[in-house]
């Protein structure tokens, strides 16, 4: 069972803040979970990337609470499940605190993808990203009780 789901990419400013706004939607109705994000070289205290925000605005998801944050050791040992974007995040996770190594997985797993970076790239860029975090969270949900 999984009661602290961590989304991890790099800034914490794009992927992980979009794929833990979606999931805390996906799971609103089941209690007891707490869904959060932070970046491997996180943007700390930034708030959500202007196009990110924008595309889960369009949808009606609220950003304005986020504030990028750094995947410290502590916040990784507290989560239960950490689903990063690529293989080199689980790789990089693995190296610095191996002791986490068992609940790193791909948010993209269920559907063998990596979800690249967009940040600094145009609108077609956010949306494609957008689409396979919203697949994954998808996909992760079903294992989440």
Partial sequence: MFKKVLFVCIGNICRSPTAEILMRHELRDREGVEVTSAGLQALVGKPIDAMAGQLLHEEGHATDGHRGRLATPSVLCAADLILVMEQSHAARIARDVPQVSGKT?????????????????????????????????????????
């Fill in 105 to 145: 997985f791909l948010l993209g797993r269920w559907d063998k993808v990596e979800i690249p970076d967009p940040y600094r790239q145009q609108r077609i860029a956010f949306e494609h990203v957008y689409g396979l975090i919203k697949q994954g969270v998808s996909r992760w949900s079903a294992h989440i009780k």
